[in-house]
């Protein structure tokens, strides 16, 4: 379906922990997951995964099992606390430099370690983000989201990043990595604040990351939710950097408008 890519391996380079939280995930999308970071030809990963699916569902710790002699693989199981409290727990027991941050029904493809940590080297960034396919479930239809270099404008209008990101582990402690009341929104509720501590971001124009779009993901069944946080995420940015402004969004969109406000006093 998607054609594998192959760089040259990279002999030595940072540690990168790949973190992602499942949720009752299908077997063949979770396998899919795995497989595409063990087929990295970057070696120096350890991919940490969550498992927060429901009590009764033993599906998804038997898949992982099948990857139990995979040293660099960590399994935890926790109860479903959110997913700025699940991936907090897992920035705490991350041990790499940098950290990606992984959807549990996506993919990578096979250079997308390897690209990265590449462009990280070379630009000497805290963070890199990626172009991405966008696979749309029950069909075969693909979708090539060509993205733009950063700026807080574009990210501050709507959250173009998504994934990849690569995102250096001391940017992501310092800024206390996710928050909580922001859920559908939290990457973009993140982005704005590591583009706030740090202007070292480097836009690599290649595509790297599959997202399965899936109606039944969170943010397709509470869409509402949704642009409410990431309206606020902006807000909140703003009065971060005191700019005085309101925020409005779009019908229907995650696409926001920044009002300016005249000072009456």
């Known amino acids: 379906m998607l054609a594998a890519r192959k760089s040259q391996a990279i002999e030595n380079g940072c540690k ?24 990295q030809n970057y070696c120096n990963w350890e991919l940490l995964i969550n ?98 270099p950063f700026s807080m404008a574009a990210l501050e209008r709507e959250n173009f990043i998504n994934h990849p990101a690569l995102i250096k582990m001391q940017i992501l402690k310092k800024i206390g990595g996710f928050r909580a009341g922001f859920e559908g929104s939290q990457d973009h509720d993140l982005y704005l604040r590591i583009g706030e501590e740090t202007e070292k971001i480097h836009y690599l124009p290649k595509l790297l990351y599959v997202w399965r779009y899936n109606d039944g993901s969170f943010s397709a069944r509470n869409l509402d939710v949704c642009i409410e946080s990431g309206r606020r995420a902006v807000q909140e940015h703003l009065k971060r950097m005191n700019i005085a402004a309101e925020v409005t969004a779009e019908k229907d969109r995650a696409v926001f408008t920044i009002h300016s406000v005249t000072d009456k006093s």
């Open 51 to 148: 498992n927060c699916s429901d009590a009764d569902n033993c599906k998804v710790e038997q898949t992982l099992l099948a990857y139990a002699d995979e040293k660099r693989i960590k399994v935890f199981r926790t109860a479903n606390c959110g997913i700025a409290g699940n991936t907090d727990f897992l920035i705490a027991k991350a041990s790499g430099e940098f950290v990606l941050l992984m959807d549990h029904d996506d993919f990578l493809l096979p250079d997308t370690l390897a690209e990265m940590v590449t462009a990280q080297q070379i630009s000497g960034s805290d963070f890199v983000y990626a172009d991405e396919i966008i696979l749309f479930m029950g069909c075969r239809h693909l979708l090539k989201n060509i993205k733009k």
């Open 16 to 39: 990168v922990s790949i973190l992602c939280n499942t949720w009752n995930t299908p077997e063949n999308f979770l396998r899919q997951m795995v497989e595409s970071v063990l087929e």
